[in-house]
């Protein structure tokens, strides 16, 4: 891990889509990129972990041939950067929601929480009509708490496709519910 000739082959080789360099290029750059990781965040092992996964797949789908060593390992730390901002944003709009729903709970003119348990149960039964392999997807998303990136490498798809499929379901499940529930 270290010559300007050894990177330019492993970096014309990620980009033409060659897993074994993949393969080398995350056994070579792991140790690296979560030190990186840890340095730039100073966070707990989970969030560097999420941010090296996070970064190795945004490196595999935008790596181009690199000539230089150097210049390798500076766009890998940019990587590694970038994506660790993206997830400490993802963090603060999730708790800035969640900080909002326990707002709403709390308000006494909300007294019944977000859901009654009609409300629940209706929600519970709409969601087992969509395809299982959909079902899969918000069961990870919303109940494990799985991000987009960990539920497209267990499915085989991008980040995008889970992202649109699941906002798409919770369209449907808004236009349902107010078809159901807006007329009472």
């Not at 919303?142 to 499915?155: C, D, S, V």
Request: aromatic share 10%; hydrophobic share 40%; with cysteine.
């Amino acid at each position: 891990m270290g010559d300007d000739h050894e990177t330019e082959r492993l970096t014309a080789a990620m980009a033409a889509g060659d897993e074994n360099a993949v393969e080398t290029f995350y056994r070579q750059y792991f140790d690296w990129l979560y030190a990186q990781a840890r340095r730039v965040t100073g966070r707990d092992e989970a969030f560097c972990l999420d941010v090296v996964q996070d970064a190795v797949l945004r490196v595999i789908r935008t790596v181009r041939g690199v000539g230089s060593h150097a210049q390798f390992r500076a766009w890998l730390r940019l990587v590694i950067r970038t994506t660790a901002l993206d997830l400490f944003r993802a963090e603060k709009r999730r708790e800035m929601r969640e900080a909002f729903v326990v707002e709403l709970q709390s308000c006494d003119d909300f007294p019944y929480g977000l859901f009654d348990d009609e409300q629940h149960e209706w929600v519970r039964k709409q969601v087992e009509k969509f395809d299982p392999e959909l079902v899969q997807m918000i069961e990870l998303r919303f109940e494990q708490h799985w991000t987009l990136a960990r539920i497209g490498e267990l499915l085989g798809l991008s980040t995008g496709t889970i992202d649109g499929r699941l906002r798409r379901a919770i369209e449907e499940l808004r236009q349902r519910a107010s078809e159901e529930f807006d007329n009472e």
